[in-house]
């Protein structure tokens, strides 16, 4: 059994940890926690997300002493924003726990990515160097011994997953950058109330174009530039990507279907449409990447859709989990 800690146990992606790594027979949760100063602290998890009610009925605890939170903890997850993240993960990796990391404090291996996009400047250079970036699928082998794991950021899952295998097999035309636009529901944004994401504040609207954090993310990690336009929709989750891509000359849908077979067919996490393309709704509250295509002479679309908080977020937190610790990667997430 490991014991493990949540950090940022009552925003939308802690709630979801907090209900897979309950249900995990290896797993063993030892604390929920918030901030220091939260107005939550002392409540029962389950009377602020009551849909866990019954199932995890535990207060969560203000984090004060890092040290003494990290007491007999062997796994940590911070779900918690990116300059939290930044100042725990070294004091919890200096206690000898495995952190996975929710957040973009390290993602990305360069520091002027945090000044340009994040707005703070990096303090742990030897960190960026060490964090093994959890694209689970794609990262097995580095995550078997990883000690810090970034869990990669919504829009970039679906975006990578649905690029990674054509760009593995050069099947796409590097005269045109791949076109991502992607819509996310609001849960995206987190819990907290601002105006921007009000109910009668958001309709559908596209943001942050060209500017927005996950578009170097998704370069670094292809290793090929993106166009990436996020879209702000009005529905609570989901992220519903649609990609449209330049083919080699001969290339065909047949070898497109192959690159994306020869990928994921042993991925359980990945589901492929060989007719039509997903929905959103085939996907909210599971923990699926669903992928679908469609060829018209040398162009391509692909269509990739997720649910941001759980295959964005903390299922592919628990999968990377799995996979560290040598566990089903479906365990507790299926
Ligand atoms: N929502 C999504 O779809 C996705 C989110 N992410 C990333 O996951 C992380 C969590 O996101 P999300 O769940 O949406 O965020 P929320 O804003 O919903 O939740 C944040 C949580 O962190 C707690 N918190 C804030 N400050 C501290 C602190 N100093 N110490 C301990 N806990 C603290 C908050 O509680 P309190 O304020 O009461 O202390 C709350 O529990 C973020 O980095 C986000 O970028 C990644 C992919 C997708
Ligand atoms: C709708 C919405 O606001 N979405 C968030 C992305 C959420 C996410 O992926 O989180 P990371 O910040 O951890 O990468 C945004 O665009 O900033």
Not at 144 to 153: E, M, R
Not at 193 to 201: M, P, R, V, W, Y
Not at 244 to 252: E, M, S
């Amino acid at each position: 059994m490991l014991n493990t800690l949540i950090v940022g146990a009552t925003g939308y992606a802690g709630a979801e940890l907090a209900a897979y790594l309950n249900r995990h027979p290896h797993m063993n949760i030892t604390g929920l926690t918030v901030s220091a100063q939260s107005a939550d602290a002392g409540k029962l998890l389950s009377d602020l997300h009551p849909q866990l009610k019954g199932i995890v009925d535990l207060p969560v605890l203000p984090l004060k002493d890092v040290a003494e939170a990290a007491k007999g903890v062997d796994v940590v997850f911070l779900a918690t924003a990116h300059e939290v993240s930044h100042d725990l993960a070294p004091q919890f990796l200096a206690a000898g726990c495995v952190v996975f990391d929710l957040s973009g404090a390290f993602r990305v291996s360069k520091p002027e990515f945090y000044t340009e996009f994040y707005g703070f400047e990096h303090q742990h250079l030897d960190l960026l160097d060490k964090a093994v970036y959890g694209l689970a699928e794609w990262q097995a082998d580095k995550l078997k011994d990883a000690q810090l794991i970034a869990v990669p950021g919504c829009y970039p899952t679906a975006s990578q997953l649905a690029l990674k295998p054509l760009i593995e097999n050069g099947l796409l035309n590097d005269s045109q950058w791949p076109v991502i636009n992607a819509t996310s529901g609001v849960s995206g944004a987190g819990r907290k109330a601002t105006l921007g994401n009000s109910f009668c504040e958001v309709s559908l609207q596209p943001y942050k174009l060209f500017s927005h954090r996950h578009e170097p993310e998704i370069a670094e990690h292809l290793g090929v530039p993106v166009i990436f336009t996020p879209h702000l929709g009005n529905f609570p989750r989901g992220i519903l990507a649609t990609i449209t891509c330049r083919l080699n000359a001969g290339v065909t849908e047949q070898d497109v279907a192959e690159a994306f077979h020869n990928a994921y067919h042993d991925k359980p996490l990945v589901r492929l449409y060989t007719k039509g393309v997903p929905a959103l709704k085939d996907v909210v509250g599971l923990p699926f990447c669903d992928i679908g295509f469609a060829v018209k002479g040398e162009h391509l679309i692909v269509v990739a859709t997720e649910d941001n908080v759980l295959k964005g977020a903390s299922a592919q937190a628990v999968q990377c989990m799995n996979i560290r610790f040598g566990f089903p990667e479906t365990q507790s997430l299926l």
